[in-house]
C-alpha cells in the first residue's frame, strides 16, 4: 500500500466518488443531504470555472477528499485575480479554527447568512 497522496484538478467523472464524501460531510455537520442537488452543483461548478475550482486527494488511486474553491463576487475583492480566500468553518470546531488561524486566516466577526432558494 502506497500512502502517498495525489491532489488533482477534480472533473465530473469525479462526480460519483465525490457524492459519499460529500454525503458523509453533511452527516457530520447535521447538515440535509439531497443526492440530486448535490450531483448538480458538482456539475454546476465542474463544467463552469468562472464559478470556481475544486480538486480531488487520491490514495491508491482512490478519491479520499476533496477541496472545493467558490468564487464570489464583493466590491471589497475583485475580479478573478483573488486577492482574498473566505473561508467557511464551524464556530464549534476549535481545532479547525486553531489551524487556520495558524494558516494566516483572520476572523473578522462576520457571519455566513444563507436564504435557500
Known sequence: MNDA?????AT?????ALLPLVRAYYA???YPFDERASREALH???DDPAKGRAWV????GQVVGYVVLTLGWSLEYRGLG????HLEVEENKPEALAL????GFEDHE??????AL
Open 5 to 9: 497522496v495525489e491532489i488533482r484538478p
Open 57 to 60: 486527494a487520491l490514495c491508491d
Open 82 to 85: 483573488v486577492k482574498a480566500l
Open 110 to 115: 462576520r457571519r455566513l447568512m444563507t436564504l
Open 28 to 30: 457530520e455537520e447535521s
Open 12 to 16: 465530473r467523472d469525479d462526480t460519483e
Open 44 to 46: 454546476g461548478l465542474l
Open 100 to 103: 487556520y488561524r495558524r494558516l
